[in-house]
Nanobody, 119 residues
Framework: QVQLVESGGGLVQAGGSLRLSCAVSGLYTMGWFRQAPGKEREFVATISRVNDYTHYRDSLKGRFTISRDNAKNTVYLQMNSLKPEDTAVYYC????????????????WGQGTQVTVSS
């Protein structure tokens, strides 16, 4: 049973930063997604199992950074220059596939962590 546990969400002012963490039981390609109220879940970023190949949602490049520490079985999402439109529940997900950007390509999901950015 693959387990994913997100942490690090919270309330932050616009322009601030947060770092999300996702503890995962195993070595997988990992992704971050987010879902705002009334909207569909959308892709944020993904990182390969090894060698740290990454892929980002175009609109988030330069503000968000995905990384991982395999020794700690943890994946991170560093979010800078946060905007109110970044407010959402953020989910980490795991897959055996290669850097997919679609939620349907991920097999395992965490419970989500709320990020709220105030203006």
């Amino acid at each position: 049973q693959v387990q994913l546990v997100e942490s690090g969400g919270g309330l932050v002012q616009a322009g601030g930063s947060l770092r999300l963490s996702c503890a995962v039981s195993g070595l997988y390609t990992m992704g971050w997604f987010r879902q705002a109220p009334g909207k569909e879940r959308e892709f944020v970023a993904t990182i390969s199992r090894v060698n740290d190949y990454t892929h980002y949602r175009d609109s988030l490049k330069g503000r968000f950074t995905i990384s991982r520490d395999n020794a700690k079985n943890t994946v991170y999402l560093q979010m800078n220059s946060l905007k109110p439109e970044d407010t959402a529940v953020y989910y980490c997900a795991a897959t055996d596939r290669r850097l997919p950007g679609q939620a349907s390509m991920y097999d395992y999901w965490g419970q989500g962590t709320q990020v709220t950015v105030s203006s």
